[in-house]
C-alpha cells in the first residue's frame, strides 16, 4: 500500500487549501480513508474520516470548514478545507488500514500565517 498526499502549502488566515492524497497496491474503494493531521509538538489527530459507501465524520474543531471526498476511480482522496485558522497548521497525512495494519502518506505541510 501506498499514500501520496500532496497540496499542502502557505494560505493566508480565512484561505482555502485542496489537499489529495493518490493511492496504489490496494483495492481502494472499498477502504475507509482517513485525514490525519500533527501540529508541532502536538499528536497526531484525525481530522476526517470517509468509508467505503461515502459516509463522513469530521473533528468538532473542522465541521462545517472542511469536507473530506473521495474518487473511487481515480483512487484519490481529497480534503477541502475552507476558513483555514492558524490553529490549522499541521502536517497532514493520509491514512488507511488494512487487515489491522495503519498505512500513512509521507505527509503535507499546511501554513496558515497572515
Known amino acids: 500500500v501506498q499514500l501520496q498526499a500532496s497540496g499542502g502549502g502557505l494560505v493566508q488566515p480565512g484561505g482555502s487549501l485542496r489537499l489529495s492524497c493518490a493511492a496504489s497496491?490496494?483495492?481502494?474503494?472499498?477502504?475507509?480513508m482517513s485525514w490525519y493531521r500533527q501540529a508541532a509538538g502536538k499528536q497526531r489527530e484525525l481530522v476526517a474520516v470517509i468509508t467505503s459507501g461515502g459516509s463522513t465524520d469530521y473533528a468538532d474543531s473542522v465541521k462545517g470548514r472542511f469536507t473530506i471526498s473521495r474518487d473511487n476511480v481515480k483512487r484519490m482522496l481529497y480534503l477541502q478545507m475552507n476558513g483555514l485558522k492558524p490553529e490549522d497548521a499541521a502536517a497532514y497525512f493520509c491514512n488507511t488500514q488494512l487487515r489491522g495494519v495503519n498505512f500513512w502518506g509521507q505527509g503535507t505541510l499546511v501554513t496558515v500565517s497572515s
Open positions: 497496491g490496494m483495492n481502494f474503494r472499498l477502504n475507509t
